[in-house]
């Protein structure tokens, strides 16, 4: 089985591709608001290397964030489009996903957070289980103070993963019995989405190209002031 | 030589197939009108979030009526990179660059104000310049004398306000809704455009436009003239822009001894203006062309019909380029 995998959420464009569920080659860039320049070329430049036709994709897999709006939406109008072109299915997997997943093997709480910029994350916690980690709470946008409210409160043991938890590493860190997993878990993982995705291309759990949409999370700002001035 | 054109610079998400830069083989504009009317105009998160969930549709439907089985079957994939909204124009040439990356299909990026000028030869395949263009909308107002094909010379541009937007924002004022041209248009044709001497902002200053001072003479006279009938007022400050703009596109088909006048842009769809740019052109023994509706408002032909004169001239982009939310028109210096 043979995988395209892209994530855009964040800084960082990363692109992969799986040959029944290994990495066979991925790609990753950080300089940030690049994304629709370094994408195609991500992808033109690992399937010339590794001698990959992209006609012989069994599918596409995209991280559907929650993320930053503009880098998601390249990510994702990219897959949707090269699905449509090549007549395969697509698989969506939230981004937070995929940066709990490479912690799995921990046996504490994993609280991925990702910069949601404007003082605000995007996290989700979730709890190791064999062979991959479960979520327990909803993926939600807010600020650091009440991801610490929250962990305090229920006083697990935690390890933190995503660029949003190094970015607020002085906040977090006054949740007892707390780690920061480190920069290498700054990011979504491209071979956690091979590895994700490849298994729920095995189950054959689609989602048709037109239902595939960014976990966007946050209403437009238009909409709030809308929304706001309606209720007043 | 087909070629497939996608456009999102704003609020309408558009594909077509043009053949030979001339002849439009199909194409589909999927408006977002009706999201953006409550908030009297285009929020640039809501556009780029409506683009993604439309443009595989939009290109699908685009292909399918062109008589395109497979998207492999077209020579050559473009898209608009710029001027536009940034998140907006993300899209469409994602899909673009993702459209040539599948298929091997070289992608072209095209300025959304040469396609304007471009949009011309989709109904007048033997348009031949020079020509003096009027482009005006809800986000640019420019004056381009086109010498030749690449060649242009910008004779104009707005300092303040687009047509467009002071059309939209009078509107808005005199409770007409969104969008405000076509409102404006009818409610106009029933008024006296004479009721109300409004202000010709440097009408006789060069080529450059100004409209935030008419938008604020109009305010301020309804404020005073409480029983100013609004149709009066409609058809007034419409005759205003209308005669700006006329007077400019007439001096500048002079001063570049073009031949041919041609409109371009969403207001190119007011009928008032039509009508009196016809007439100078015929008073000025010239010829005119008046683009239909469709070809006015953006759509993705024009930017199929531009990428084929672009291919021939500087061959494909490479799939490293992004968006450019400011570009300008490339002009002569
Ligand atoms: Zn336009």
Redesign the pocket.
């Known amino acids: 089985m043979l995988l395209l995998c892209l994530d855009t959420a964040t800084p960082q464009v990363s692109a992969a591709i799986g040959v029944d569920g290994a990495v066979l080659g991925e790609v990753r860039l950080g300089r940030g608001r690049r994304h629709a320049e370094h994408l195609a070329p991500a992808i033109e430049y690992l399937c010339r290397e590794l001698d990959v036709e992209l006609a012989r994709l069994s599918a596409i897999a995209v991280g559907l964030g929650p993320g930053l709006f503009t880098g998601l939406r390249v990510g994702v109008t990219t897959a949707k489009t090269m699905a449509q072109v090549l007549r395969v299915p697509v698989v969506g997997v939230a981004s937070l996903d995929l940066v709990a997943y490479p912690l799995r093997h921990t046996n504490r709480l994993v609280a991925a957070i990702l910069d949601a910029r404007r003082g605000e994350v995007f996290h989700a916690r979730y709890r190791p289980v064999p062979g991959g980690v479960q979520r327990v709470t909803d993926y939600e946008v807010g600020a650091p103070a009440d991801v610490v409210a929250d962990l305090v409160a229920a006083g697990d043991e935690v390890l933190f993963a995503g660029d949003g938890a190094l970015l607020y590493r002085d906040e977090l860190a006054e949740v007892d019995r707390s780690e920061q997993a480190g920069p290498s878990y700054a990011f979504p993982s491209a071979a956690a989405l091979v590895e994700l995705a490849t298994a729920r291309v095995e189950r054959e759990d689609f989602v048709s190209p037109e239902d595939v949409r960014p976990l966007y999370l946050r209403r437009s700002d238009a909409e709030i002031e809308w929304k706001r001035r309606e209720a007043s | 030589m087909r070629i497939l054109g996608i456009e999102t610079?704003?609020d309408e998400t558009a594909a077509a197939v043009v053949e030979d830069g001339r002849r439009v083989r199909s194409s589909v504009v999927s408006s977002q009108v009706k999201l953006h009317a409550p908030y009297g105009g285009v929020v640039p998160e809501l556009a780029s979030r409506a683009h993604v969930e439309l443009i595989n549709p939009v290109v699908d439907e685009a292909l399918v009526e062109a008589g395109i089985l497979d998207a492999g079957e077209v020579d050559a994939v473009a898209a608009c990179h710029g001027p536009?909204l940034a998140g907006a124009l993300l899209v469409g040439v994602s899909a673009a660059k993702a459209l040539a990356l599948s298929t091997g299909l070289p992608y072209v990026q095209v300025n959304?104000?040469e396609?304007?000028l471009y949009a011309g030869w989709l109904e007048e395949p033997d348009l031949e310049p020079p020509l003096a263009v009027l482009?005006a909308?809800?986000?640019?107002t420019l004056l381009v004398v086109m010498e030749d094909h690449g060649r242009y010379r910008m004779m104009g541009q707005t300092v303040d306000d687009a047509a467009g937007e002071a059309f939209d924002k009078v509107a808005r004022f005199l409770g007409l809704g969104y969008p405000g041209g076509p409102a404006i248009d009818r409610l106009a044709g029933e008024g006296d455009p004479d009721a109300v001497a409004f202000p010709r902002a440097m009408l006789d200053e060069g080529y450059d436009f100004s409209f935030s001072g008419l938008k604020t003479a109009v305010v301020n006279h309804v404020r005073k003239h409480s029983d100013v009938a609004t149709r009066d007022v409609a058809a007034s400050f419409q005759e205003a822009v209308v005669d700006v703009l006329t007077t400019k596109l007439l001096a500048a088909a002079d001063e570049a001894e073009a031949p041919t006048l041609v409109l371009?842009?969403?207001v190119a769809a007011n009928s008032r203006l039509r009508s009196r740019v016809a007439e100078a052109a015929e008073a000025s023994g010239r010829r005119v062309f008046l683009p239909p509706l469709a070809l006015c408002?953006?759509n993705g032909a024009m930017i199929a019909g531009a990428a084929w004169w672009r291919l021939r001239a500087d061959g494909p982009t490479p799939l490293d380029a992004g968006v450019a939310p400011s570009l300008a028109l490339p002009t002569l210096p």
């Open positions: 610079s704003c536009g959304h104000l396609a304007h482009i909308s809800g986000g640019h371009g842009g969403g408002t953006d």
